[in-house]
């Protein structure tokens, strides 16, 4: 009887909802959604499904962590959950507040080329716009920005680089990355190349396992290129899927020589990106 009392039937492990050990911080539309989708291929992570906005918006983050916690999944011990949103990358607060919660938390941080990145950025405030904005000028009614060619956004009438257009501003990666390494060790962050992502996943996905502590479990079974699509969609034993049509969107044509002067303009930007976070992305100039 007494040892009946002692050996106690094993317990089924029971989910919880936890607070992300790990959390992809941006940049937007250097494919946040596709990393989190492909990392959720692992059989240990579980991701929030939404963008959860906690420390960038201070009326969510004024409702706490507990708030925080129940927007994250169900998750089991030993599995790691994710939460990505974007703009915790640009937004000053958030790095002191991710530390506040767990200073161990991992770091994630996808990028592009930034000409690249900006294009992709404009291309979706444009789809946002509404349907009804006019595609011509109206006398005495300017044209909302989201209608106006990328070219006359990006250059400022003197033909100088527009820095105050936010999609151009947030592919300054190096004026947001500095502020995460005045709060987080360099190796507290991964940097993932976002280029190399969309081309082949794999060996991206195998750097973040490692970084992760998982178990390499993601290979090339997870992944099939649709050609229609013109990207890799996902697949394992209960997925099978592409990423919806606001992700891989058509680019608009864009001046070959606006771009051309774009490159130049981030050259020294990139490069003092390259020298925060120690590697070269071979960016073209
Ligand atoms: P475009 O739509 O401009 O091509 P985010 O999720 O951060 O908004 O990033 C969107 C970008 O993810 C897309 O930008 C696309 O290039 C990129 N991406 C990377 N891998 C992808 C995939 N497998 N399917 C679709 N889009 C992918």
């Known amino acids: 009887m007494a040892l009946r009392k002692r050996l106690k039937a094993p317990r089924t492990p029971r989910p919880a909802r936890r607070l992300p050990q790990a959390l992809i911080v941006g940049v937007r539309k250097c494919g946040t959604r ?10 240990m992570v579980q991701k929030a ?60 941080l996808i990028v592009r080329e930034p000409v690249t990145r900006a294009i992709s950025d404009y ?19 300017p044209l909302p920005d989201a209608a106006k060619p990328f070219e006359h956004l990006a250059l400022a009438p003197d033909g100088s ?10 592919s300054l990666y190096h004026a947001y990355f500095h502020r995460w ?12 190349n976002g280029d190399q992502l969309i081309e082949d996943p794999v060996p991206q996905l195998r750097r973040i396992e490692k970084f ?13 290129f649709n050609e229609t699509k013109g990207f890799y969609c996902l697949r ?10 606001t992700k891989g969107r058509k680019h608009p044509r864009v001046d070959p020589a606006v771009v051309t002067k774009l490159r130049k303009f ?11 976070i120690g590697e070269d992305l071979g960016w073209p100039e």
């Open 181 to 192: 390494l005045e709060v987080f060790p360099r190796e507290q962050i991964l940097v993932v």
């Open 34 to 43: 596709a990393l989190l989708e492909m990392l959720y291929l692992h059989p």
């Open 161 to 170: 680089i527009n820095i105050a257009y936010r999609p151009i501003a947030i």
């Open 212 to 224: 992760l502590g998982l178990e390499h479990k993601i290979g090339r079974k997870n992944f099939y």
């Open 49 to 108: 499904s939404g963008e959860v906005h906690f420390f960038d918006r201070d009326e969510n983050y004024a409702l706490g962590l507990e708030w925080y916690r129940s927007k994250m999944p169900l998750s089991f011990k030993g599995q790691i959950t994710i939460e990505k949103s974007p703009s915790y990358f640009v937004t000053p607060e958030v790095p002191e507040r991710v530390r506040a919660m767990n200073s161990s938390v991992r770091l994630l």
């Open 236 to 245: 394992n034993d209960t997925t099978d899927k592409c990423l919806r049509e």
């Open 266 to 276: 981030f050259v020294q930007h990139n490069q003092r990106f390259y020298d925060l």
């Open 123 to 141: 291309t979706q405030l444009r789809s946002r716009a509404t349907p009804s904005a006019p595609a011509v000028s109206l006398v005495g009614h």
